[in-house]
């Protein structure tokens, strides 16, 4: 079975949308809903429910004909489908403001990501704290990210440096990049990276605004 | 011309995936390429040629047979398609790390978006500049909002402020809101929201991840 699930091949359009999927039905469950139809799950994320049955469909049968798919199933379903049903530890490498931000974000435990560590050059900063996870030296990222089991490193760092830091990153042993800056980084095509680019979001509501104003 | 445009009906995967086609392309143009195939745009975004001709074939013929698209034409038409060919008035309300960073967003006002004001309720920032953009008192929202035509509003404060700052931004006139809380925020139909949730970047990493350890 498990086996099974690593053959099915997944399009990048549903893997981006089934986070989105993940988290309203988290909010769904939270305001006390039990099951869910795809019309009342697509009208919130704002997708067809056609869509919705396709996606999920590739997964296997999480719904029932007529009742709607059951919330808290789908979640562990979904949940095991992106890899949140275990933990996964993340690093921080860049503290300004963006970096200070994404430490304190709350979302990120709940989902199962830890922050082990957080790196900056600055001397004034290495040894400092954010929420109880010291902010050490860059220089000491291999031992860190060794000793903490560290598999995901996110940049925040200033554009110049996104490549040097990704490449200290990888040298340390981490699997997955998450890259805030505008750069595109060269990484070994074993290497998974999302390149974070924040404009999206504005886009998408000008999309919306210059058809209705 | 305009008006058929208006009246095709577009799907929300596909508007989600015209920002990554707009700044993928912009990204290409730096790199001095003219002219780019379905199948290396596919490659750069991680789509497959077939989506990306479905998605832009909706807008009209973008590309020419054999030979791929113009990328100079294609982000034109994209931009137009995004509304990013004109300037929109953006104000960020809460000044965290979260609101500071985005006030440094170089990305923004590159595709057209301006930050004209800044809200918190903190005496201690009202007054100061991040960037030459003032910081102003809430309490002046509806003026600000009105003189300097903003149209999107980016709520960045505590969760348990999210709504009555959304309220108070609507009924300053306001088009629509970019929210970063995890607080869903209840705007009246006619208002667009965009609720940003920042996790969607790591389960992406997550899901490739725990098929590839």
């Known amino acids: ?63 029932k004909k007529g009742v709607g798919y059951y919330v808290s199933e789908l979640i562990r379903n979904i949940g095991e489908i992106l890899g949140l049903n275990r933990q996964w530890n ?8 963006l970096g ?16 082990q560590a957080i790196f900056d050059v600055d001397a004034n900063k290495v040894g400092k ?9 860059c220089d000491r990222m291999p031992e860190i990210v060794a000793e903490r089991d560290i598999q995901i490193g996110i940049i925040t760092v200033p554009a110049e440096y996104a490549q040097s830091v990704a490449n200290k990153l990888i040298k340390s042993g981490i699997k997955g990049i998450w890259n805030f800056t505008p750069v ?28 209705s104003l």
Chains 1, 2 share one sequence.
């Open 129 to 137: 704290y954010i929420n109880d996870v010291e902010i050490f030296d």
């Open 184 to 211: 595109k980084i060269d990484v070994p095509e074993r290497l998974h990276i999302v390149n974070e680019d924040l404009s999206v979001g504005l886009s998408s509501l000008s999309f919306h605004l210059s058809r």
């Open 1 to 63: 079975m498990k086996e099974n699930k690593q053959h099915v091949v997944i399009s990048k359009a549903t893997i981006d949308r089934l986070p989105l999927y993940y988290r309203t039905l988290k909010l769904s469950q939270e305001e006390g809903v039990a099951i869910i139809s795809s019309e009342e799950l697509g009208r919130r994320i704002g997708v067809t429910p056609e869509q919705i049955r396709k996606d999920l469909s590739a997964f296997g049968e999480f719904g």
């Open 90 to 97: 993340i690093a921080i490498v860049g503290v300004g403001h």
């Open 100 to 115: 200070w931000a994404l430490a304190n974000y709350a979302n990120f435990a709940s989902q199962g990501f830890q922050l």
